[in-house]
């Protein structure tokens, strides 16, 4: 069935395509979720992400995982964060990535440690901060994507 071109613009328009704040942050929030939380265990009903689940798979898996954190680095690079917060947000993948190594243990630790979880946080207080048009009250979020 075809779309008219009203219907094909408005879902575009919901599509966080920009390099506009609000549009990096529903980006990012959206990575974040299915990096640390896009599946619930049943049973315990914890939620775990790409990153707890490719980092299964040794040595390429930790590396693969560590890219897309670092992508979240880049995005931030490129809102203007200060040289500190992109260094934090490094060191919490280099941690992630370096215990995750580790077999077994670091895959607990990946079930605890949500790298990205704590990088978006970094990310949210600089955008809520410097850009406060782009907060978002949080049960809002699940209702857009």
Same mark, same amino acid.
């Given at each position: ?9 408005? &879902? %575009? #328009?919901?599509?966080? &395509?920009?390099?506009?704040? %609000?549009? !990096? ?5 959206? *990575?974040? +979720? ?5 599946? +619930?265990?049943? /049973? ?9 689940? !490719?980092?299964?798979?040794? !040595? !390429? /898996? ?7 954190? @670092? ?9 203007? *964060?200060?040289?500190?917060?992109? #260094?934090?947000? %490094?060191?919490?993948?280099? &941690?992630?990535? #370096?215990?995750? @190594? ?15 979880? =704590? ?15 782009? =907060? &978002?009250?949080? /049960?809002?979020? #699940?209702?857009?994507?």
């Amino acid at each position: 069935m075809p779309h008219s071109q009203e219907q094909i613009d408005r &879902i %575009a #328009a919901q599509l966080p &395509i920009g390099r506009d704040p %609000a549009s !990096v942050r529903r980006r990012l929030e959206a *990575m974040e +979720t299915v990096l640390e939380r896009a599946f +619930t265990i049943p /049973g315990i009903n914890r939620g775990v992400g790409l990153d707890s689940i !490719v980092g299964l798979i040794p !040595v !390429v /898996g930790d590396i693969i995982t560590a890219s897309m954190g @670092a992508w979240l680095v880049w995005e931030a690079r490129n809102l203007g *964060m200060s040289k500190f917060q992109l #260094a934090r947000m %490094a060191g919490n993948i280099g &941690i992630d990535t #370096a215990v995750g @190594a580790i077999p077994l243990v670091g895959d607990l630790f990946d079930f605890a440690f949500r790298s990205n979880t =704590r990088n978006l946080r970094i990310i949210k207080r600089y955008l809520d901060k410097h850009h406060p048009s782009t =907060r &978002i009250v949080e /049960g809002e979020v #699940a209702g857009r994507l």
